[in-house]
T-cell receptor, first 117, second 113 residues
């Protein structure tokens, strides 16, 4: 299994500011993902973080609002920009690697709880 | 139609009861299927994969019916520690050719003493 850590675990931010969330995996993984889970909702994929290239965003999510970095195979950051109260949510990092884990098995970080005031 | 649909519950059951959760998915090309468990304010964790032949892990039994695009999870002899939200998860190939997990909203289970 993988151990995934995220920082910060929670934050309260003012609207118009930005928050950068860090994700660290304890092993090199081919695929890293960022999800959002709004209150009472399921997980929604924001983007796939690609090592050394631009992230692949899902419909409804854009790079200007959610810039993502992935400088190596164990680390990624997600920035939520120009915050509004609608961005209040839990943001989860996830990792998958078919050579290390069972095929298609994904592990999740503990999440970052963001509240925008 | 939502891609993965589940009964949201909540299911409130006494200890020792048997409870079943159902899930349907819309993408007939989906490749693999899972049940995840998410405790309150925690991240989702893989509970078990679901195979066409059905599979069992202790008190948990998962079934898949590809023809009906239906997945189930049966929990026998419920324990207080089984209280959580159970997420039905489907793995499908995305337009870019990679695989992507799609999550249901989850079914909340509360096991009562």
């Amino acid at each position: 299994s993988a151990v995934i850590s995220q920082k910060p675990s929670r934050d309260i931010c003012q609207r118009g500011t930005s928050l950068t969330i860090q994700c660290q995996v304890d092993s090199q993984v081919t695929m890293m993902f960022w999800y959002r889970q709004q209150p009472g909702q399921s997980l929604t994929l924001i983007a796939t973080a690609n090592q050394g290239s631009e992230a692949t965003y899902e419909s409804g999510f854009v790079i200007d609002k959610f810039p993502i970095s992935r400088p190596n195979l164990t680390f990624s950051t997600l920035t939520v920009s120009n915050l509004s109260p609608e961005d209040s949510s839990i943001y989860l990092c996830s990792a998958r690697d078919r050579d290390i884990f069972s095929p298609y098995e994904q592990y999740f970080g503990p999440g970052t709880r963001l509240t925008v005031t | 139609r939502k891609e993965v649909e589940q009964d949201p519950g909540p299911f409130n059951v006494p200890e020792g009861a048997t409870v079943a959760f159902n899930c349907t998915y819309s993408n007939s090309a989906s490749q693999s299927f899972f049940w995840y468990r998410q405790d309150c304010r925690k991240e989702p964790k893989l509970l078990m994969s679901v195979y066409s032949s059905g599979n069992e892990d202790g008190r948990f039994t998962a079934q898949l019916n590809r023809a009906s695009q239906y997945i189930s999870l049966l929990i026998r002899d419920s324990k207080l520690s089984d209280s959580a939200t159970y997420l039905c998860v489907v793995n499908s190939q995305s337009g870019a050719g990679s695989y992507q997990l799609t999550f249901g909203k989850g079914t909340k289970l509360s096991v009562i003493p």
